[in-house]
C-alpha cells in the first residue's frame, strides 16, 4: 500500500482532512491557550492525531484566515472568529476522544516546558561512560544538584528525560529520607 505524505504517522482515528486539522488546532488554542507552535507540534504528533505537513499547513491557515494569531513570543491565541467557528463546529466535526486525547497532550506539552526550566539535565562523555549533571533550580538559585555516571549514551538519555519529568519528586524523596527521624537518640 503506498503511503501518503499527508496522512502518514497519523493513527487509526486520527485526522486526515484540512477542515478536521484546522478545527483541531482552533479548539485546542482556545481550550489549553497559551500554547507555542513547539507544544501544538509536541502534543499533536506524540499521540498521531495529525501529519506534520498538514498541521504545518493548518497553522499558516489560520493566522491567513484570521481564525488564530500568534504573538512576538511564538504565543498562538484564538480570535473572536476563530472561538466563533470552533464553538459553532467543534462539537460536530471533532470526535470527543480526538478533543480529549490532545487537550491532555497538550498539558503534558505544555507541563514538559515547565518543568525542563526548572530541572535541568545535561550529559558529559566521561572517560568509558557518561555522566548526567542533574540540577533543579528555584527562582534563579540552585537547590539540588547531583551527577550519575551511566555506561551507555542511550541510558544516559534516559536518565536526563526522566529526571526532567521527575526530578521534584525525586528530590522529595531524598529530602524526606535525609530528614526523617529514625528513632535513634
Same mark, same amino acid.
Given at each position: 500500500m503506498a503511503s501518503n505524505a499527508f496522512t502518514s504517522g497519523v493513527k487509526p482515528g486520527g485526522l486526515t482532512s484540512s477542515s478536521e486539522v484546522r478545527m483541531l488546532l482552533c479548539y485546542l488554542i482556545k481550550t489549553a491557550a497559551p500554547l507555542t507552535r513547539q507544544e501544538i507540534e509536541q502534543a499533536l504528533l506524540s499521540e498521531q492525531l495529525v501529519n506534520y505537513f498538514e498541521l504545518a499547513s493548518? #497553522?499558516?491557515?489560520?493566522?491567513?484566515? +484570521?481564525? $488564530?494569531?500568534?504573538?512576538?513570543? +511564538?504565543?498562538?491565541?484564538?480570535?473572536?472568529? +476563530?472561538a466563533a467557528v470552533t464553538d459553532e463546529l467543534g462539537f460536530d466535526l471533532l470526535p470527543r476522544s480526538v478533543r480529549e486525547t490532545a487537550v491532555r497532550a497538550a498539558l503534558r506539552a505544555q507541563q514538559w516546558v515547565r518543568k525542563s526550566a526548572q530541572h535541568k539535565a545535561e550529559i558529559e562523555k566521561a572517560g568509558e561512560g557518561y555522566t548526567v549533571h542533574c540540577s533543579i533550580r528555584e527562582l534563579g538559585k540552585p537547590v539540588f544538584s547531583?551527577?550519575?555516571?551511566?555506561?551507555?549514551?542511550f541510558t544516559a538519555e534516559m536518565v536526563k528525560t526522566a529526571f526532567v519529568e521527575k526530578g521534584d519528586a525525586l528530590y522529595? #524523596?531524598?529530602?524526606? $529520607? #535525609?530528614?526523617?527521624c529514625s528513632g535513634k537518640d
Open positions: 493548518n #497553522l499558516s491557515d489560520l493566522e491567513a484566515q +484570521g481564525l $488564530a494569531t500568534v504573538s512576538g513570543g +511564538g504565543v498562538y491565541s484564538i480570535t473572536p472568529k +476563530g547531583m551527577d550519575l555516571s551511566l555506561p551507555d549514551p522529595a #524523596l531524598v529530602l524526606n $529520607a #535525609l530528614t526523617e
